[in-house]
């Protein structure tokens, strides 16, 4: 997912900053939700964004976006510090 960052946020993908903590965070919930591979990779991705909602992200979209594919926040939630 990193690869589809804004150039701002891929060189502050570092400890520290925001993004790296949202990275972070959905690199867990990925995680987590493996044995929801079983129903497919939307079902999963479905579900590690409602992880990142439910753990105080302000995700943007509800989840039909999620059902796309996209993952939405603020730029104020991750911009550079």
């Known amino acids: 997912m990193a690869e ?3 150039k701002a946020l891929i060189h502050r993908n570092v400890p520290g900053e925001p993004i790296h903590e949202l990275l972070g965070t ?3 919930a990925w995680r987590v939700h493996a044995p929801m591979l079983v129903y497919g990779g939307s079902q999963r991705w479905i579900a ?5 909602r ?5 995700v943007i979209g509800g989840p039909r976006r999620a059902r796309l ?5 603020p730029w104020d939630a991750v911009a550079p510090r």
């Open 4 to 6: 589809r960052l804004p």
């Open 26 to 28: 959905l690199d867990r």
């Open 69 to 73: 594919g996209e993952l939405t926040v």
């Open 54 to 58: 439910h753990e105080g992200w302000p």
């Open 48 to 52: 590690a964004v409602a992880t990142l």
